[in-house]
């Protein structure tokens, strides 16, 4: 049988045949291969998600504790926190688009405002300590009346 092996792979008709096939069959396992190695690490990149998706939680949690003591004063004291909880308070959070601070001051955009929540929300900011540096308000149409955007730049009065 095994003089019939050697005389069949000196036939080249046979040998070609059996070489593609040794090849195709090396090709199958190493795509094996690499399928699970790559399933594993998705299983992993999906326990990676899990997990922020905890941490996120728990932040979520965090931030929405009361205030209390130094934390809450420090907040105050800020410019930036005193314009959130303006903001907060008048209830325009869902429509503020941008919040930040830069090296002009703080920068807070806000669409869709009626002019009377653009009148209480520069009331309160005056009243807050923050001046108005720069305003640029946009009138829009809407079905029922104008609305406003507004992009303002303040800094804290001196």
Not at 79 to 88: A, D, H, K, T, Y
Not at 134 to 142: C, F, G, K, Q, Y
């Amino acid at each position: 049988m095994i003089a019939g092996l050697r005389e069949l792979l000196k036939d080249a008709d046979f040998r070609r045949p059996a070489v593609l096939c040794a090849a195709a069959l090396l090709v199958w396992i190493l795509l094996i291969v690499l399928m699970l190695s790559s399933e594993a690490s998705f299983n992993l990149a999906g326990a990676d998600l899990s997990s922020s998706g905890r941490v996120i939680d728990y932040a979520m949690q965090f931030k929405a504790l009361p205030r209390t003591g130094s934390a809450m004063a420090e907040t105050l004291d800020e410019p930036l926190g005193v314009l959130s909880n303006i903001i907060g308070a008048l209830g325009l959070r869902d429509r503020m688009r941008q919040l930040q601070s830069n090296p002009s001051g703080i920068v807070v955009q806000l669409e869709h405002l009626y002019g009377d929540e653009l009148g209480d929300l520069l009331g309160s900011i005056e009243n807050s300590g923050l001046f108005v540096k720069t305003a640029e308000i946009r009138a829009l149409p809407s079905g029922g009346g104008r609305l406003l955007d507004a992009t303002l730049t303040m800094e804290a009065a001196d």
